[in-house]
């Protein structure tokens, strides 16, 4: 039988504020072992979290970004199990009066993938198994979070892996999150069901725990299609329950039974207070964000004229489109700021982490005077291309390695004399370019460039050179 793909996610981010949740311990990454704690963080008995008011700015912030509906009055709820890395035996999270709910995430399609709810909680602590023991490290336990859940809107793993990099993209605009899979500070629960093709029914689900990578999460989902697949075929029913994914074998293995709402006995956390969130506070919040990543995209291509593959590779990274930004602003044009961005300065940054630090040496004032040769028709974009990487290896400014001279530009006589000389000293690659070789007029063009020591415009010497050997 064929079947439908349904999937939901729910993804937890680690939100970048100074301290914890409920306690003014640092949410730092790393540290030695049960460091970053307190009596707070670590549960013991008698201790009263307080929440930590930027928690609830973040969350409302990444609600607003993703369309949510902000609710006025939320409170946070204990959330009963038992497991080490939770000594309290409860978790503080919110249950039925979340911070945000009903919003969406727009894919590249139009498709909408609706958001359920935003809602906000503490994180656990980390087991480390070595050598045959158990330690327990609750550094980053207490560590605000806000779990964003979907809407089972998803129908392919693709959809996921987008509907993750948007997420993770609006959250880093925000500022909310760095979003660093590797470091676990976003990590996704896949749900995923099947059911025939036309079917308005739900399948049973399963939930594919803390995925960290979103092409783990494609071959995950792939996976886990063709496993239940295989099963409803033979007639079998699947079992609600959660898996975890093993990233060697590529497959999916049962953790635990599926547990529902009702085992976690959530009720009112009561040592924290409701919060009124006011409606002046929404509106501050909504004042405040940046333009969104989507609307980003669509401006650069739309209004600054930057072709889609350009702006595709700026906008991702908030410190590369803040630099491209400065430089437009200083007068230099999109199109050959862009190109020059892509080029010769992504030529020196190879990872994805090194874009998004964009440690680069030369000022975007410097791009947009280098750029501003070429706009004028002073420079051609090879010769400029070829500067920007001097000036990216030495930090030194556009004026040491553009002279006067170079700038003074040729006239048409001269690139015309130049042409004409061209075809005098090559007799042979003229004949051939006129018998027809297209080819030839390429040694040409070298004569012309060296002649003109990179001045020369190709497109123009272009024209000329097929105008005199007519
Ligand atoms: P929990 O997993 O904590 O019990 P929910 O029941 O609210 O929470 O569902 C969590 C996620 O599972 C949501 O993202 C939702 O879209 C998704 N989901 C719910 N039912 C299905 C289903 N039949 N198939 C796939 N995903 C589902
Ligand atoms: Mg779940
Ligand atoms: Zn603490």
Redesign the pocket.
């Known amino acids: 039988m064929k079947y439908e793909l ?5 993804t937890h981010v680690e939100l970048s504020t100074k301290t914890k949740i409920f306690c003014s311990c640092t949410t730092a990454f790393g540290g030695e072992p049960n460091t970053h704690c307190c009596p707070v963080c670590t549960g013991m008995p008698g201790a009263l979290p307080v929440l930590n008011r930027k928690v609830v700015e973040y969350a409302i912030r990444a609600g607003l970004a993703t369309h949510c509906a902000i609710n006025r009055v939320t409170h946070m709820d204990r959330k009963n199990y038992c497991y080490p890395d939770l000594p309290k035996a409860y978790q503080i999270s919110q249950f039925d009066e979340p911070v945000c709910e009903h919003g969406y995430v727009e894919l590249d399609s139009g498709k909408r993938i609706g958001i ?1 709810r935003i809602h906000i909680e503490e994180d656990a602590g980390k087991l480390v198994h070595e050598g045959g023991f158990t330690f327990v490290d609750y550094n980053r336990g207490g560590v605000p979070l806000i779990e964003i ?5 998803i129908s392919s793993p693709e959809e996921a892996k987008e509907y993750l990099e948007k997420l993770q993209l609006i959250m880093r605009y925000i500022g909310v999150s760095d979003c660093k899979m590797q470091e676990g500070s976003m990590r996704a ?1 896949v ?3 099947l059911r025939p093709v036309g079917s308005k029914e ?4 399963t ?1 594919i725990k803390n995925m960290s990578s979103p092409s783990f999460i494609v071959k995950a989902m792939a996976y886990e299609y063709e496993r239940q697949a295989e099963i409803l075929d033979a007639g079998g029913e699947i079992e609600q329950a959660t898996l975890r994914y093993n990233e060697n074998d590529n497959t999916t293995s049962k953790m635990r039974g ?4 009702q085992d976690y006995r959530y009720f009112p956390e009561p040592d924290i207070p409701a919060v009124r969130i006011s409606e002046e506070t929404i509106e501050e919040i909504r004042l405040s964000l940046p333009e969104l990543p989507t609307e980003k995209l669509r401006r650069y291509i739309a209004e600054l004229g930057v072709s889609e593959a350009n702006a595709k590779l700026i906008y991702p990274y908030k410190n590369v489109a803040r630099y491209f930004e400065e430089a437009i602003s200083l007068g230099a044009s999109a199109r050959v700021a862009s190109n020059m961005i892509v080029g010769a300065i992504y030529s020196t940054l190879r990872t994805e982490e090194e874009k998004e630090n964009f440690a680069i040496r030369v000022p975007a004032k410097e791009l947009s005077a280098l750029v501003a040769y070429v706009d004028g028709g002073k420079l051609n974009a090879s010769k400029a291309n070829n500067v920007l990487l001097k000036m990216l290896e030495s930090g030194e400014p556009v004026s040491a390695y553009v002279k006067a001279e170079d700038l003074a530009g040729l006239s048409d006589e001269e690139l015309l004399s130049l042409c004409k000389g061209a075809i005098a000293a090559n007799p042979k690659a003229a004949e051939d370019f006129k018998g027809g070789k297209e080819k030839a007029i390429n040694s040409l063009y070298g004569f012309v460039m060296k002649g003109s020591r990179g001045k020369a415009d190709v497109a123009k010497a272009d024209a000329i050179l097929r105008d005199l050997l007519r």
């Open positions: 349904v999937s939901g996610l729910e359920t859940v979907s809407e089972p809107d629960d749900n995923i069901s739900f399948g049973t689900r939930e599926k547990e529902d709402a």
